[in-house]
Nanobody
Framework: QVQLAESGGGSAQTGGSLRLSCAVSAYAGGNYCMGWVRQRPGFAREGVAAINPNNAITTYTGSVKGRATISLDNAKNTLYLQMNSLKPEDTAMYHC???????????????????WGQGTQVNVSS
């Protein structure tokens, strides 16, 4: 079973940046997607970003598009999420996640994710 371990969260001020990392071991299989989901206080869990490891095509939810970059270092088996221009509404527990891809693309929608890690907390102050 896939194992995911996040790191890199912390505190930042509005407008700041953070880079989240996720160490990935025991991949779920050849056809899989990887990404990030977050749980904000008082909100349902939401998918943030996804990447297809086969072609590096990425997708983002609208609230982070243009401010976030997801990337995968296959040599290091590490997934990243670079977050810039942080806003207080980015405060959340961020989880690395994966699911078995059934179509051609990888999407960020929350209901797709099958496995996720324990998470790393991001706090953005105004």
């Amino acid at each position: 079973q896939v194992q995911l371990a996040e790191s890199g969260g912390g505190s930042a001020q509005t407008g700041g940046s953070l880079r989240l990392s996720c160490a990935v071991s025991a991949y779920a299989g050849g056809n899989y997607c990887m990404g990030w989901v977050r749980q904000r206080p008082g909100f349902a869990r939401e998918g943030v970003a996804a990447i297809n490891p086969n072609n590096a095509i990425t997708t983002y939810t609208g609230s982070v598009k243009g401010r976030a970059t997801i990337s995968l270092d296959n040599a290091k088996n590490t997934l990243y999420l670079q977050m810039n221009s942080l806003k207080p509404e980015d405060t959340a527990m961020y989880h690395c996640a994966t699911y078995t891809r059934r179509g051609w693309s990888c999407e960020y929608f929350d209901h797709l994710w099958q496995y996720w890690g324990q998470g790393t907390q991001v706090n953005v102050s105004s």
